[in-house]
């Protein structure tokens, strides 16, 4: 079982982070914001920063911290939303996402100073490079853990499979993947671009596997952080987390339009108002 008080955590962080995602999406204006795949992957992004990882916003550059790399890059939002309830960042430069010279663009652009490990963006470079970064700790004889949050569409990209097949042969056990399962990619479903049986390709690919059914249940997705950080497999882990795109916000939950779009007064208001009645 999940400690009590690290879930409460989550679930408050988590709650913060939404809010962020909409304040960070809307001063981005015209420019739109990728609103729907940030605000499925909160509680994975939460229980990593929250929950699980050993990392310290004073210290970015610290040797044995464990890194995190958002491979599905367009979600940079939920990323942005850690750093910024962590205290990589402040609220005044999250509010500079996507401006002009703003060092939070709309893909997450490596900056070390304030926790950015790397550029992400083109769908599964975030992944193999990830599987790099495990592989040096390996080599060097370091202790920490990666881990890397890749989208469902994305694991349609060839590079996903080279890099897991390459990750089981030199047994990478110190990765840790999370897929945000949630069913929606750019155009239309994910089971209506390649419908693929996730779990046999990551399980024939040499990882180990965790299903996930609730994958915005902080409880949940900490368990499974937790049981895939401490197994002894010996293999690379890989947890499918079931979540709703554009969780949080009714008009964008399982919404295709809210992959990525301007967001207008209207719908501002109506979001912010539906994440002031939950609090
Ligand atoms: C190599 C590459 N091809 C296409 C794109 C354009 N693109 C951006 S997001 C996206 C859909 C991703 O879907 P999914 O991985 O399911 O993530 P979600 O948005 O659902 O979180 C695509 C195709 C890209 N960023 N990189």
């Not at 955590?9 to 304040?23: C, G, S, T």
């Not at 939070?104 to 652009?109: A, C, E, K, R």
């Not at 499974?224 to 009714?250: F, N």
Request: include cysteine.
């Amino acid at each position: 079982m999940a400690n009590e008080n690290t879930v409460a955590l989550i679930e408050k962080k988590a709650a913060e982070m939404r809010r962020h995602v909409i304040e960070m999406g809307y001063v981005a204006g015209g420019r739109g914001a990728h609103f729907g795949p940030a605000l499925s992957s909160i509680e994975i992004v939460a229980g990593l920063f929250f929950g699980v990882m050993n990392h310290d916003p004073k210290n970015p550059t610290m040797a044995d911290r464990d890194r995190f790399v958002q491979s599905k890059g367009h979600a940079c939002l939920s990323y942005y939303a850690a750093l910024a309830e962590t205290g990589y960042i402040n609220k005044e430069q999250m509010y500079t996402f996507k401006g002009d010279g703003s060092f939070l663009s709309g893909h997450p652009s490596r900056n070390m100073k304030y926790g950015i490990e790397i550029s992400s963006g083109s769908l599964g470079n975030g992944f193999a490079i990830a599987c790099g970064m495990a592989k040096a700790a390996k080599i060097k004889g370091e202790q920490h853990k990666v881990y890397c949050l890749v989208g469902d569409g994305e694991c349609n990209e060839g590079i996903i499979w080279e890099a897991a097949m390459n990750a089981a042969k030199n047994q990478l056990n110190n990765i840790v993947t999370i897929v945000d399962r949630n069913g929606v990619q750019l155009a239309g479903k994910t089971t209506e671009i390649m419908d693929v049986n996730l779990e046999a390709f990551w399980k024939a690919a040499g990882w180990d596997v965790l299903v996930v059914k609730s994958g915005n249940d902080a409880s949940s997705v900490l368990e499974a952080l937790e049981a895939m950080r401490d197994s002894k497999s010996g293999k690379p882990h890989v947890i499918i987390a079931e979540t709703t795109k554009g969780k949080g916000i009714s008009f964008m939950e399982g919404s295709l339009s809210w992959h990525a779009r301007p967001m207008e007064k209207e719908f501002y208001e109506q979001a912010v108002s539906e994440l002031e009645e939950l609090s």
